[in-house]
């Protein structure tokens, strides 16, 4: 009898497991917009080329700075997804199959972000959690897509003159200093979501990242406003930043 019970204790918290969702309070991706602009008016700098915007998202281009594509997004700042959504939204049946719910005004069935944000509370609070949403210049949100961070050949030229980003087929390697935060978002992101998974080739480059390049103060302090309004701890950066120091409000 106590085998069975055992038994059934562990079913349960494999099922609690895998339908974690630490991000307790936020679903709307709207929402957590707006709160998000709320938290960086005291650092309303883009995350990769570190340019400021407004509060009407509007960016002024320094000199220097080229825009070789998606030229009407250059101009204002979007907020990107440091795990790409297409990452983790593949990873429900919805965005690859459909659902029965998934039907238009014109009776025909529709799969992809639009069915699963319909049908899963998970995928909503995944797209929504703010610890992976970091303030990006549009044409630069646009151009990394779904692409996988990298480190590329020296010789690489940057995609945009003064920014230090380049690009090679389908990597991106980031600016020195925003990396470290990069690996720490994907290590928290795939230990809040168990669903998600980090991959096997991207691993070892996140967790060289993690070390080499440690938090800043921006960093903690920008995870404990998230954590008092989204209700969720990141459990990499309490650790990271204990380790390195006490965050001074």
């Not at 009407?56 to 825009?67: A, N, R, S, V």
């Not at 290590?187 to 669903?195: D, I, Q, T, V």
């Not at 691993?203 to 309004?229: F, G, H, N, S």
Request: proline fraction near 5%; charge should be positive.
């Amino acid at each position: 009898m106590i085998k069975y019970i055992l038994f059934f204790i562990l079913i349960l918290t494999n099922y609690s497991n895998t339908y974690a969702t630490p991000n307790k309070e936020i679903s709307s991706l709207q929402v957590a917009q707006n709160i998000l602009m709320k938290i960086y008016q005291e650092n309303a700098v883009t995350f990769y080329c570190r340019i400021p915007f407004n509060r009407q998202k509007q960016i002024q281009l320094p000199k220097g700075f080229l825009t070789p594509k998606y030229k009407n997004r250059a101009n204002k700042m979007e907020w990107e997804h440091i795990v790409p959504v297409e990452n983790f939204g593949k990873l429900f049946k919805e965005w690859n199959a459909g659902d029965s719910t998934c039907i238009n005004h014109s009776k025909k069935y529709y799969k992809g972000r639009k069915c699963v944000l319909k049908t899963s509370l998970e995928f909503r609070f995944m797209i929504s959690d703010m610890y992976n949403l970091v303030p990006a210049i549009g044409m630069v949100n646009a151009m990394r897509s779904n692409y996988n961070f990298s480190e590329l050949e020296k010789n690489t030229p940057n995609a945009f003159g003064i920014c230090d980003m380049k690009f090679q087929k389908n990597l991106v390697q980031p600016p020195v200093y925003t990396r470290g935060e990069i690996a720490r978002i994907y290590l928290y992101f795939e230990k809040a979501y168990p669903r998600f998974k980090i991959s096997k080739k991207m691993r070892p480059l996140l967790m060289i990242w993690d070390k080499k390049y440690p938090v800043t103060k921006w960093e903690c302090k920008r995870a404990k406003i998230i954590e008092q309004i989204q209700k969720n701890k990141n459990e990499i950066l309490t650790e990271r930043c204990q380790s390195t120091f006490l965050t001074q409000e």
